[in-house]
């Protein structure tokens, strides 16, 4: 992958494969106690004036990951995020502490590239996010990347979440082969604008034109992060959730 040393964007979960690890096999964007050169939150940009469509992700009450609610019963993520189990989700609030609360009932992860959708165990009214259809992102878009992630570089990443929902702008540089994401999936590969993602951003969202284009999946919290690339993946999350 074009990230020489990412690390899955989870911040609190466990050191281990595809949840934080210390290799660049384990690339993702969310780690407790990386160190200070491989990881993902957001770092510097500022936070956002709205994510109805944001959602905080839990695993055994501890904050993770970020996500996002693509229909009443579905929420999208990246698979890295999932893999502890007992999942839970704070839904349609800039506060990670507010929104709307239910669980994920029902896990099921993309083969092959860094997506998980979890089904809920219940319907949730919300401002969905609206997802890409058809290649809408190119090298040279500035986009914008959303997440709850860590806010600083000298500490443990879990004792620096933010509370309300950032937001910075990043600026693409690759989409698709040879950008990959933190298992070898399509990705788009971006430079840091106003901001870089960190630990507690992986699953959240890359935005261009009011479309969701990515979803977290690493990051060296100083220059380059990667998303996975909806586009390519648009049938298997129709088969999956209908939508």
Known sequence: MKLSRALPAVAGAVLAAAAMGST?????????????????????GGNADSGPWAARLFSGGQETCTSTIISAKFILTAQHCVEGGDLSFNIGSLDQTQGEKANGVNI?????????????????SATYSPLEDSASVAP?????????????????????????LKVANVDVTGVDAPCTDYRGGDAVCASRGDGITAGGDSGGPMFAGGKQVGVASTSDRATTTAYTHIAPYRAWI???AGV
Request: one cysteine or more; aromatic letters at 4%.
């Open 24 to 44: 660049a096999a384990t690339a993702s964007a969310d780690t407790a106690s990386a160190p200070a050169d491989v990881t993902p939150t957001i770092i510097d």
């Open 108 to 124: 099921t992860e993309h083969a092959t590239a860094d997506l998980a959708l979890v089904e809920l165990d219940r319907e949730v």
């Open 238 to 240: 129709t088969e999956v």
């Open 140 to 164: 040279g878009d500035q986009v914008q990347v959303y997440g709850w992630g860590a806010t600083c570089t000298d500490k443990p990443e879990i004792e620096c979440q933010s509370q309300m």
